[in-house]
């Protein structure tokens, strides 16, 4: 199942940073945690995801550095930011208000 835009739109940002929370990522990897972690629901492909981590860098709550891959090919490795830690703390309290609402509904959770 997909996420349907909208809520992607508030969705993939928060869980772009959860996965950088873990440490540092380059994109195609995160690409693949989105899919495989997530068991495709909020998976996103490059296209999706390079213009989010670009607005999340710019928003100064990611960071990026050039690096090569274990072949020597060029990679850009992103990283979470102390404001984007913060950022991230204040987004898991709103998601973990948000699913408890929606569970009180019958609309979260088993």
């Not at 995801?49 to 992103?78: F, H, T």
Request: net charge positive; glycine share 14%; aromatic share 6%.
């Amino acid at each position: 199942m997909k996420v349907e835009r909208e809520l992607m739109r508030g969705a993939g940002p928060v869980a772009v940073l959860r996965l950088l929370e873990g440490g540092e990522r380059y994109g195609y990897e995160l690409v693949k945690l989105l899919d495989e972690r997530t068991d495709g629901v909020l998976a996103m492909g490059q296209s999706t995801l390079y213009p989010l981590l670009y607005n999340l860098e710019a928003k100064g709550l990611i960071a990026a550095r050039r690096g090569e891959a274990e072949n020597g090919r060029p990679r850009k490795y992103y990283r979470l930011t102390d404001r984007g830690a913060k950022h991230l703390a204040r987004e898991r309290e709103q998601w973990q208000a948000l699913t408890v609402a929606m569970g009180r509904l019958g609309l979260a959770g088993g």
